[in-house]
Structure formats: structure tokens, C-alpha cells
């Protein structure tokens, strides 16, 4: 009988590992898919293109949802790009996430 309680204690532990560490690895993806986006936006503004519609593009290609893209106008000399994106997800024992990311990049040529 204890080795029944042992291994179902071993078996919980398991399982709810195997959820935390799901939930870190969609974590570092939305973050990775925010920064790409925020980088895709200084990029395109500095090329002349939407930086929003190049953000989006981005965000959803790595499998997140752009939220807000917060751009000031180009200068020629700089500009920041903020970003936030969400990623849903669904984990068996936990039910359904969300978890949002906020990066900025920044373009900026010194005179």
C-alpha cells in the first residue's frame, strides 16, 4: 500500500513538472517573438514600411498575437518600438493561459 501512495505522490510530482516546464517554454517563446517583433518594427520604419504591419507579421510568424505597437515617428536619426504580444495556451492540468510580453527596440545614429 505504500508503494501505491509513493509512486502516485512520484507520478503528481511528475506531471505537474511536466506543466511548469511547458509553461517556461512558451514563456521564452512569447518573448522571443516579442523581441523579434519589436526589432522588426525599428527595421521597417527605418526602411520606410509600416512598422506596425511588420511587427504583426512577425509576432504571429512565431506564433504569438501583436496586442500594441507603439512607434513615434522616425526622425532619421532615431526611434524606439514598443511592443506587446500575447501567447494563448492550454495546459492539461491547469487549463487555459495567457501570458503577455512587452519589449522595446531601439534604432539611433549618433552624430
Known sequence: MFSVA???LITLIG???VQVLTAVSIRIEAETAADAAALAAVGAAVDG???RVAAMQIANANGATLDRC???GYDGRSF???V???RDFRLPLLGDRRIRVERSAEYSIDP
Open 6 to 8: 509513493v509512486i502516485s
Open 15 to 17: 506531471l505537474v513538472l
Open 49 to 51: 514600411r509600416p512598422p
Open 70 to 72: 507603439t512607434c513615434p
Open 80 to 82: 524606439t518600438a514598443t
Open 84 to 86: 506587446i504580444v500575447t
